[in-house]
């Protein structure tokens, strides 16, 4: 572990083991072919440390705890409690108490959930493995693996370290969790020449990465935290950033401290100023503090999100933060991974070009069409000399190498081959070799023919041809109409596979190893490419016309990119932006590079997450998919990472903040939607409970200039607050949509939890509830009412603003007419049953004792009533007014994608 710290803190430069020859491996490493002894191993391992990866140690659970007080608003909450508690007032200290107590076991539980990111990188390492020790085999824990140790390497076994091979047969492995590509990757023990990009090194078995076929001999030459993934690991080892809404809601409880710390204060000076003696004002700030701070704004937070993370999970997005929730709403950049997540991280045969033409093999029907001799002979040869199996009890599903799989399902289904005919035990097989850049098998027919199959490389197939087959017979080969086919099919991204065939002499012998292809007959060309998926066009045009920006960001080459791009209607005007390319670019310069355009190709963990790092520097609110290893430090600096559910490796999922089930983009845009109607509700109840708030603060503090009584008892106002408009704005975070969410521009990043719109509106609506109240008060003393009674009437007619204004939030822009009253049944009920307790307060002595209240007649009832409903006029005819400004308004200007 001591060498993992080490490496995170100060790296030591790395050699590029891939270029050296396999005797200078060995010697750099300090090592030999027969593998270290014993001692030298433990010497090693004393010395660099274990071959495990370093974790970030979880916050202690009182340090959590501790967070949890940090809020403003809660410092003030705790020290009007404390002075409650010294004045004897115990309803109203244990009524404040439980508030914070409920608040902090929230916060608390949700933050502890969040300690588990990146965990699950311990999974990526395998707990035992084979090496040369004292020049034996010997199986060791992967623990236990050094530097120079010889690694033996089989199908079906995880990379334990970096391994530099010096000797491999028909090796393939999956680097599918480090590179994010389909194909699994051919390697061998050649040195490569200098300049060879690390991680297109074709001689190094990376760490956690799975062998596939073949088997391997290497020395190993990273351990721990020096690996490639182990790099990855330290990448991931960050805090996790801010959400936009932890971010205004920290800024909104900031402001709403300090406005009621200075109110406070002010008021309680000015009243000790004009004679009010010094428990009458403890009292008054205190209840004024109450009055103004929402208490229950961390309750309903929660509960909205909460409600949206229920949507969500019907729409196949599980939401592992809370937070998250409103950051989908808030985004307007997505940084896609492409294979698995645009596309279906399945290779599959979609052209055959032979000399007759090229033909689509994809759409409806496609299969089922005749396709004539020489397409059938193409699919027919990629089927026959081919290692696929198919899966027990499948039609259509293969194991094995990616081509091969994609190549055997495309020949059943246009019947060029049966399984029957797959099946059978060819006479001669030489699986694909690297060196050789092709693989070829010998088939024996029903008359006893033999046949040479043999698929690979164009230049290699077409090397071995004297003729090409045509529609006619076979015609010596055009090599120059062969290579424009090539050519052609690669530019549209597709990777190309030639066949050829010939019929073997009957006195030809057949070696236990075949020799290299020649005199076939070229048959033709096979396109396959991994496609888009289905909706994924439509889904990414959804997101323009919301005013998101979609971007790939994926380890695959530029070309095969850019053609997926245009195939799913992305911009592809500009070319992609390649890992090459950014090593030469300054942050400002990549920064400009990445608003011109929408692909970025070939490009390293560690380049993925400086984009998103630039991205969210020019202050975009940034959404990150993506299934593998490689994905994880983007994942996690990202605003917001999305994870795949099917496919995904624990390691992205654990450093995620959604998780799709069903692996598809197009959730994301259903996430989306539900992540802004969240927010919408979010700001919907925070302006109903600061308006609220405000009308009590400005109300209390009048009160005390205008020389009445204490306007509410604490008690009273936590009454409001918590049992009446508490209750309703919590109800608020079950409003549904307005319809229109994805036709809206993302909210502008300037705005704070409320819009301007809405702090205007709550302005004048907490003025004017503010003023009515104490009006009521003041008359009532006036009339000769005692205090209880004018308290109790100037209470019941703030309760009654709050049930207007409760229902005046449901819409920002629409009016509540044109909004259904069922929509939102929770807020329908809870309003109507708060009036019905407020009611029954009032009415029952022995609760009318505690709160300080009495009865109220029915016609004091009506005459609230009907001033309440005056601030729900208000709210319409405000409403009304802007709708008719802005009616020539143009739609949102969408984003440019260029």
């Known amino acids: 572990?001591?060498?993992?710290?080490?490496?995170?803190?100060?790296?030591?430069?790395?050699?590029?083991?891939?270029?050296?020859?396999?005797?200078?491996?060995?010697?750099?490493?300090?090592?030999?072919?027969?593998?270290?002894?014993?001692?030298?191993?433990?010497?090693?391992?004393?010395?660099?440390?274990?071959?495990?990866?370093?974790?970030?140690?979880?916050?202690?659970?009182?340090?959590?705890?501790?967070?949890?007080?940090?809020?403003?608003?809660?410092?003030?909450?705790?020290?009007?409690?404390?002075?409650?508690?010294?004045?004897?007032?115990?309803?109203?200290?244990?009524?404040?108490?439980?508030?914070?107590?409920?608040?902090?076991?929230?916060?608390?539980?949700?933050?502890r959930k969040a300690e588990k990111d990146v965990r699950a990188l311990q999974s990526m390492t395998t707990p035992r493995c084979r090496v040369l020790r004292d020049g034996s085999e010997t199986v060791i824990d992967t623990r236990d693996v050094v530097p120079g140790d010889i690694v033996l390497?089989?199908?079906?076994?995880?990379?334990?370290?970096?391994?530099?091979?010096?000797?491999?047969?028909?090796?393939?492995?999956?680097?599918?969790?480090?590179?994010?590509?389909?194909?699994?990757?051919?390697?061998?023990?050649?040195?490569?020449?200098?300049?060879?990009?690390?991680?297109?090194?074709?001689?190094?078995?990376?760490?956690?990465?799975?062998?596939?076929?073949?088997?391997?001999?290497?020395?190993?030459?990273?351990?721990?935290a020096r690996t490639a993934l182990g790099r990855i690991n330290a990448l991931v080892q960050r805090p996790s950033t801010v959400t936009p809404l932890q971010q205004l809601t920290h800024t909104l409880e900031r402001r709403i401290g300090l406005i009621v710390l200075a109110g406070v204060v002010f008021v309680f000076i000015a009243g000790l100023v004009l004679g009010n003696d010094l428990a009458t004002m403890f009292r008054t700030a205190v209840g004024l503090a109450v009055a103004t701070i929402p208490e229950s704004l961390p309750i309903v937070l929660t509960v909205a999100m909460s409600f949206g993370v229920s949507r969500m999970a019907r729409r196949n997005a599980i939401i592992r933060t809370l937070p998250a929730v409103e950051t989908l709403g808030s985004t307007n950049v997505i940084g896609s991974d492409k294979t698995g997540t645009l596309t279906e991280n399945r290779l599959t045969v979609e052209r055959v070009w032979t000399v007759a033409g090229e033909v689509d093999l994809t759409g409806p029907g496609a299969h089922e069409r005749q396709h004539g001799a020489l397409v059938t002979e193409v699919l027919r040869i990629g089927a026959l000399t081919n290692e696929a199996t198919l899966l027990s009890g499948s039609e259509d599903e293969y194991t094995g190498d990616a081509v091969d799989a994609a190549m055997a399902r495309i020949a059943v289904r246009c019947a060029a081959v049966t399984h029957e005919e797959r099946s059978r035990e060819a006479l001669a097989h030489q699986p694909y070799e690297p060196e050789l850049r092709c693989s070829q098998t010998v088939h024996v027919d029903a008359e006893g023919r033999r046949t040479l199959y043999v698929k690979g490389s164009p230049e290699t197939v077409l090397e071995a041809s004297v003729a090409i087959a045509t529609p006619d017979g076979n015609v010596p080969i055009d090599r120059e109409l062969v290579h424009a086919a090539n050519e052609q099919l690669g530019r549209e991204g597709l990777r190309v596979i030639a066949t050829g065939s010939r019929m073997l002499d009957a006195d030809e012998e057949i070696g236990d190893a075949l020799a290299a292809p020649a005199g076939l007959i070229f048959a033709g060309l096979e396109g396959l490419t991994d496609p888009p998926r289905e909706g994924v066009a439509e889904a990414i045009e959804a997101c323009r016309r919301a005013g998101l920006k979609v971007m790939m960001i994926t380890g695959d080459h530029p070309v095969t990119a850019m053609a997926i791009a245009e195939r799913l209607g992305m911009d592809s005007r500009k070319a992609a932006l390649t890992g090459a390319e950014m090593a030469t670019l300054d942050d400002d310069l990549l920064t400009a590079r990445l608003r011109q355009t929408s692909v970025a190709a070939r490009v390293s963990p560690q380049d993925k997450l400086r984009i998103v790092e630039c991205l969210m520097r020019e202050g975009n609110v940034v959404a990150v998919t993506g299934d593998g290893v490689n994905d994880a430090p983007a994942l996690k600096a990202a605003s917001i990472g999305v994870a795949m559910g099917r496919s995904g490796t624990d390691v992205a999922r654990e450093a995620s903040d959604v998780v799709l089930t069903d692996d598809n983009f197009v959730t994301i845009v259903s996430a989306v939607k539900e992540g802004r109607v969240t927010f919408s509700a979010i700001r919907k109840a925070t302006y109903f409970l600061l308006s609220t708030g405000a009308a009590a603060l400005v109300a209390v503090a009048l009160s005390v200039f205008a020389g009445t009584p204490l306007l509410f008892l604490p008690v009273q106002l936590l009454w409001v607050n918590v049992v009446t408009n508490g209750v309703q704005d919590i109800a608020l975070a079950y409003e549904p949509g307005e319809g229109d969410e994805l036709n809206r521009p993302p909210r502008d990043q300037r705005e704070g939890l409320l819009s301007r719109t809405l702090w205007f509106r709550a302005g004048i609506t907490g003025l004017w509830m503010a003023l009515w109240v104490l009006l009521t008060f003041i008359v009532a003393l006036r009339l000769d009412y005692d205090l209880d009674h004018a308290r109790s009437l100037a209470l019941t007619m703030f309760v009654m603003f709050n049930f207007f204004q409760v229902f005046s939030s449901r819409a920002e822009y629409k009016s509540v007419l044109q909004l259904k009253l069922l929509n939102n049944k929770p807020l329908l009920f809870t309003s109507l049953g708060a009036l019905g307790v407020h009611w029954a307060a009032t009415a029952w002595p022995v609760s009318a004792g505690i709160l300080g209240v009495t009865a109220l007649s029915g016609i004091e009832w009506l005459a609230c009533v009907a001033v309440g409903s005056s601030v729900l006029v208000i709210v319409e005819a405000e409403k009304a007014v802007r709708r008719f400004a802005h009616r020539r308004d143009a739609p949102h200007p969408r984003l440019r994608d260029s």
């Not at 100060?10 to 030999?32: M, N």
């Not at 990757?185 to 190094?204: C, F, R």
């Open 1 to 111: 572990m001591e060498r993992a710290r080490a490496g995170n803190a100060t790296p030591e430069p790395r050699l590029e083991w891939h270029t050296f020859d396999p005797t200078a491996v060995f010697k750099q490493a300090q090592s030999r072919p027969e593998g270290l002894t014993s001692e030298e191993a433990r010497t090693r391992l004393a010395a660099v440390g274990a071959n495990e990866l370093a974790f970030s140690p979880a916050a202690p659970w009182w340090r959590v705890l501790a967070r949890q007080f940090a809020s403003p608003i809660v410092g003030i909450l705790a020290l009007a409690a404390v002075v409650t508690l010294l004045q004897q007032h115990w309803v109203d200290a244990i009524a404040i108490l439980l508030i914070l107590t409920l608040n902090a076991a929230l916060g608390f539980t949700q933050e």
């Open 153 to 224: 390497l089989e199908s079906g076994e995880r990379v334990p370290a970096d391994v530099r091979l010096v000797a491999a047969n028909a090796l393939q492995v999956d680097e599918s969790m480090l590179t994010g590509e389909s194909f699994t990757v051919a390697k061998h023990g050649e040195s490569l020449p200098e300049g060879t990009p690390a991680q297109e090194a074709g001689n190094i078995a990376f760490a956690g990465t799975f062998v596939s076929t073949g088997r391997g001999r290497g020395v190993a030459v990273e351990t721990g």
